[in-house]
């Protein structure tokens, strides 16, 4: 029985005892009514000193209550699943914050690849760890199944860039701590087109003057369609593939791939593939033209800047971000990558701690950002040279690839439809036409 209860049955004993007293007869003699009140005083007395002695027991078992506690959370430890870029820069802090709680960190490598799969089926089986890294594309699929839970960023939100936070919004809740983004820019030949494009019609035009054939490179085409390099057409002006809202996210109800901005855009696409300024290549094809020099600027993303870097052919390059479409800024995709909490962790609160003080740092974020070189999600995070700075400006005004369950049914639509657009086995509208019938299909099924 709690405190509170004990002493309101205490209480209530107290009182009838009263009562009782109260209830003898009106004519007894004097000697009775002493009696009676020497009584009720030797009950209120005995009554007293028990709540007393209760009270004393019970402030007893609720320290010993909140001792036994602080042996289970010291007991308590944490499992941390992270990828090779980032499981030596969370061992670096796991010490610290065992000290400052108590509580063991446990870190395991786990190959970014296999992450995804593994949590679901480890998770609910009580085998899976509290915190993983992960890719903001897999919040919805993991939120919609309950592998995760959503983590509160209010207080630091302001510390991360925008587009890292929408990538893992869903339905309105955030869902984790982002480390870092991702988003195609272009890598340019100096040597041969010398200045940076800020329109694709300054573009085009400096490649006619350079007389550079295969001047734009971007997978795609050949034998291997890819939505995601191409969507900065697709976005060109205006178009989309769901209704997005910063708010509440994608909205999977609203298809945008036939509209009048979606075909706009693919139609400019088909345009330069036609005038030769884009050569229909695929990804192996694109880089090898770059690398080998010749092509002025190739539209990929940070993942090649250690290839690049290291490479000897393109002696004077940079990245810069792909140019606007007239008024309109490009918008790529944007990935964004961070650390999802389990919704099978025992220590939620534990995690959520480790996640905000210990993840959350200056110290810790840049650590991640140098062991890989991808635009840090932190503010803070100074970009490592002007190539990566680039990454981070063209990733600004981009958008979240979106992260709910139904963008598993556009890539193959959407990548072959362009893929036809770019051989020229199709026409645009069509195509987009076809795409967005696939995908609504896919998802109304």
Known sequence: MKLTQRRIVLALLAVLALLAAACGSDTADTDAADDTTTTTEAEETTTTEAMEEDDSAMEEEDAMEEEDAMEEEAAASLTIWADENRVESIQAIAPAFTEATGVEVVVDLVPFGDIREQIVTAGP??????????????????????????????????????????????????????????????????????????????????????????CVVVPGGGDGGDAYHNYPFVSAFGGYIFEFDEASGFDASVVGLDNAETVQGVQFLADQTTAGVIPSTNYDGAKNLWLEGNAAFWITGPWELGGVREQTTVANWSVVPVPAFGDNPAQPFVGAQGFFLSAFSENPLIAQSFLSDFIATDETMTAFHAADPRPSAWKAVEAEGDDVAAFVDAASTGIPMPNIPQMGSVWGPLGDNMLLVRNGEIEPEAAMTAAAEAVRAAVAG
């Open 125 to 214: 089986a009580g085998e899976g760890p509290d915190i993983f890294a992960g890719a903001h594309d897999w919040t919805g699929e993991l939120a919609a199944n309950g592998v995760i839970d959503p983590i509160d960023v209010s207080a630091i939100s302001d510390s991360f860039l925008q587009v890292s936070l929408n990538g893992f919004n869903f339905e309105g809740a955030n869902y984790a701590i982002p480390n870092a983004v991702e988003s195609v820019a272009m890598y340019q030949n100096l040597d041969l087109v010398a200045e940076t494009p800020a329109t694709w019609d300054e573009m085009i035009a400096a490649c006619e003057a350079a007389a550079v054939e295969n």
